[in-house]
């Protein structure tokens, strides 16, 4: 294949919005609701997204606070080393409303993605501690299986601070714990009978191996995203290529079918995808990320991880791996 950056691009309109295609991906400027409503049934193999967990951060009044870099739900974490700190959404401030409204989104959500889903199609989607049970009640009352979670160990800078104004008189106590992982949930719309049967219709059913002698593992060691891939394109949540890759690999069983992002932001999905050599979809609301991930998806998809000592542990560890990490 030739590499991502180098295939030609094509654009369309359709009714929900303008989509950018090349011959492995299409890109989609619209809401993902709609185009989901106007998915025929069993068109997509597997969704690997990041949504926005506690749905605020990313309302349009949020945004313009987090452009501005003033107030609202995104903070930066507190600096102990001298580093400058990205800001990052909080969810400790989500009323009792906001949390309704998420469980409703998601239920909303989860309705659509079962119904374009093959049987058997797995969902992997991000989420935090904090929110994880109201995105989980959505896919489950929508007739998801859960299949377990996949741990991204990653120091997230969340957490781990002293009680606000008393940190001396309570130099002991820590309010929550120093966050050190990102809870991915994966699901599965159940199989038409046994996962043989299943993988032979709908290619779907199961994880794909890392190789014959390793499972797919629900434990996986990231870093956070680097500035190396940060500098490629700058979206508040862009997530890093070696991690994307190894769970857009796992999600096609057989390595045949299309995988989904429905909340694409700058691309990350499908630059995996495109790297570990699928099909995919990619689906963004907001105008300034979709022209993000435009650009920006062919240079993430070519890009070599190699400033990532997680990647490159996985790497030296995966012998013949037939992994682009
Ligand atoms: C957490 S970010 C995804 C970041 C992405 N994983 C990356 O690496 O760039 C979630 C994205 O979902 C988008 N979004 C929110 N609601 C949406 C909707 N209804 N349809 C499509 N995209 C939506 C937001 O604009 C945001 O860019």
């Known amino acids: 294949m030739s590499p991502a950056s180098a295939r030609p691009v094509q654009e369309k309109q359709s009714e929900i919005g303008r989509s950018v295609c090349t011959e492995s991906y299409e890109l989609v400027h619209g809401d993902?609701?709609?185009?989901?409503?106007?998915?025929?049934?069993?068109?997509?193999?597997?969704?690997?997204?990041d949504p926005p967990y506690?749905?605020?951060?990313?309302?349009?009044?949020?945004?313009?606070?987090?452009?501005?870099?003033?107030?609202?739900?995104?903070?930066?974490?507190?600096?102990?080393?001298?580093c400058t700190r990205r800001p990052l959404p909080r969810f400790t401030v989500l009323t009792e409303g906001d949390k309704l409204r998420l469980r409703h989104f998601f239920s909303r959500w989860s309705a659509l993605v079962l119904k374009a889903l093959v049987p058997g199609g797995h969902?992997?989607?991000?989420?935090?501690?904090?929110?994880?049970?109201?995105?989980?009640?959505?896919?489950?009352?929508?007739?998801f299986e859960k299949r377990g979670e996949v741990v991204r160990l990653v120091q997230t800078l969340r957490g781990g601070d002293r009680p606000k104004n008393a940190h001396e008189e309570f130099h002991g106590v820590t309010v929550m714990p120093r966050s050190c992982w990102e809870p991915w949930g994966l699901f599965r719309k159940p199989c038409?009978?046994?996962?043989?049967?299943?993988?032979?219709?709908?290619?779907?059913?199961?994880?794909?191996?890392?190789?014959?002698?390793?499972?797919?593992?629900?434990?996986?060691k990231s870093a956070p995203?680097?500035?190396?891939e940060r500098g490629i394109v700058p979206h508040p949540s862009l997530k890093p290529q070696g991690f994307?890759?190894?769970?857009?690999?796992?999600?096609?069983?057989?390595?045949e079918g299309v995988v989904l992002d429905p909340f694409?932001?700058?691309?990350?999905?499908?630059?995996?995808?495109?790297?570990?050599?699928?099909?995919?979809?990619?689906?963004e609301l907001d105008s300034v990320y979709f022209q993000m991930a435009v650009q920006a998806i062919p240079r993430l998809a070519d890009f070599v991880p190699n400033g990532d000592s997680a990647a490159r542990d996985r790497r030296k560890g995966a012998g013949q791996r037939k992994l682009q990490l």
């Open 264 to 283: 694409m932001g700058a691309g990350s999905t499908i630059a995996a995808a495109c790297a570990v050599g699928y099909e995919s979809i990619g689906i």
């Open 32 to 49: 993902c609701f709609e185009w989901l409503e106007a998915r025929p049934e069993h068109s997509v193999h597997a969704v690997v997204t």
């Open 244 to 255: 994307m890759r190894e769970i857009v690999r796992a999600a096609l069983p057989l390595g």
């Open 123 to 143: 969902v992997f989607i991000a989420t935090n501690p904090l929110v994880s049970h109201l995105t989980y009640l959505g896919l489950i009352e929508a007739g």
């Open 225 to 228: 995203t680097r500035n190396t």
């Open 54 to 82: 506690g749905l605020r951060e990313y309302t349009d009044e949020e945004k313009r606070k987090l452009r501005k870099g003033r107030g609202g739900v995104w903070r930066i974490p507190p600096t102990f080393d001298g």
């Open 192 to 220: 038409e009978g046994r996962v043989q049967d299943n993988l032979r219709k709908w290619k779907a059913g199961g994880l794909r191996r890392i190789s014959d002698d390793e499972p797919f593992r629900d434990v996986i």
